[in-house]
């Protein structure tokens, strides 16, 4: 069973960064073969694709909510993919999770628990 877990989560200021990983129990080479993303979903609010990087071409794509903010990174040799939010607003405000397609265009098939991400003066 893949098992995925995020991690970097807090409050911070509007303005301030933050980096969020994810790391994931599948093997080395599994993990490579996986298209993450980053997700997010506010109080009341629809979850919202954030980020992604496909694999195997290394593609990124983002919410138009984040281009030029947040950067989605992956790491093969450690199983970790990351999302480095910058510049972050209020309306960042949310629970954050990272999800592991094993195709490129497939939904998720893992999940991670989530991780709060809360930006407040």
């Known amino acids: 069973q893949v098992q995925l877990e995020e991690s970097g989560g807090g409050l911070v200021q509007p303005g301030e960064s933050l980096r969020l990983s994810c790391s994931c129990t599948?093997?080395?080479?599994?993990?490579?073969?996986?298209?993450m993303r980053w997700y997010r979903q506010a109080p009341g609010k629809e979850r919202e694709l954030v980020a992604s990087?496909?694999?195997?071409?290394?593609?990124?794509d983002y919410a138009d909510s984040v281009k030029g903010r947040f950067t989605i990174s992956r790491e093969n040799g450690r199983n970790t993919v990351y999302l480095q939010m910058n510049s972050l607003k209020p309306e960042d405000t949310a629970v954050y999770y990272c999800?592991?397609?094993?195709?490129?265009?497939?939904?998720?098939?893992?999940w991670g628990q989530g991780t709060q991400v809360t930006v407040s003066s």
């Open positions: 990087v496909f694999s195997p071409i290394g593609t990124l």
């Open positions: 999800a592991a397609s094993t195709s490129a265009w497939a939904l998720p098939t893992y």
């Open positions: 599948a093997s080395g080479n599994t993990f490579s073969t996986y298209t």
